[in-house]
T-cell receptor, first 114, second 114 residues
Framework: AQSVTQLDSQVPVFEEAPVELRCNYS??????LFWYVQYPNQGLQLLLK??????LVKGINGFEAEFNKSQTSFHLRKPSVHISDTAEYFC????????????FGQGTRLTINP | GAVVSQHPSRVICKSGTSVKIECRSL??????MFWYRQFPKQSLMLMAT?????????EQGVEKDKFLINHASLTLSTLTVTSAHPEDSSFYIC??????????FGSGTRLTVV
């Protein structure tokens, strides 16, 4: 079975600073990888996804992520954060074939300080 | 883009009563929908996979008689929490879509059982 580990439960960052949210996954088969953002009392919004091809994926709101197969990682980055980026971020994985359900990491709370 | 509508957004019910939550795909057909439960400050836990025209597939540890899922059409899945108790209070979220398109999530339902 596949699994996802988000290495940091909380990440505090100053406004306009860069940020990296770490995600590692485990799977014996090929997977799709996702990052979602959740604002308080809301559902999840897709930031970006990796399906195949270029390992650098660009998403919405200036976020990007890099797929590293050898390190089984899919870290999320943003070069300059804003107060509005304060939210919970979830990394998720789905196997390509078979039961295509999403498995989520534990989440990372990103807090942007002025 | 794909839109998933979830209703109601908030519900308060008395202990022992049942509550129905609806999840609709507004602009696409969804043969499969997913139901998640989220406790405060925690990740999403997959409860079940809802399959149109057939029985739902429940994750291990989820009581299928407590959480009834019906997927009667290609655009509607419902989750009924039967004989609700305070420990069922939680945030319930549905999602639909395909992994290569990126799953779309509903806005969630906050259930409070008093």
């Amino acid at each position: 079975a596949q699994s996802v580990t988000q290495l940091d439960s909380q990440v505090p960052v100053f406004e306009e600073a860069p940020v990296e949210l770490r995600c590692n996954y485990s799977s014996s088969v090929s997977v799709y990888l996702f990052w979602y953002v959740q604002y308080p009392n809301q559902g999840l919004q897709l930031l970006l996804k990796y399906l195949s091809g270029s390992t650098l994926v660009k998403g919405i709101n200036g976020f990007e992520a890099e797929f590293n197969k050898s390190q089984t990682s899919f870290h999320l980055r943003k070069p300059s954060v804003h107060i509005s980026d304060t939210a919970e971020y979830f990394c998720a994985v789905s196997i390509i074939q078979g039961a295509q359900k999403l498995v989520f990491g534990q989440g990372t709370r990103l807090t942007i300080n002025p | 883009g794909a839109v998933v509508s979830q209703h109601p957004s908030r519900v308060i019910c008395k202990s022992g009563t049942s509550v129905k939550i609806e999840c609709r795909s507004l602009d696409f057909q969804a043969t499969t929908m997913f139901w998640y439960r989220q406790f405060p400050k925690q990740s999403l836990m997959l409860m079940a996979t809802s399959n149109e025209g057939s029985k739902a597939t429940y994750e291990q540890g989820v009581e299928k008689d407590k959480f009834l899922i019906n997927h009667a059409s290609l655009t509607l899945s419902t989750l009924t929490v039967t004989s609700a108790h305070p420990e069922d209070s939680s945030f319930y979220i549905c999602s639909a879509g395909r992994p290569d398109y990126g799953y779309t999530f509903g806005s969630g339902t906050r259930l409070t059982v008093v």
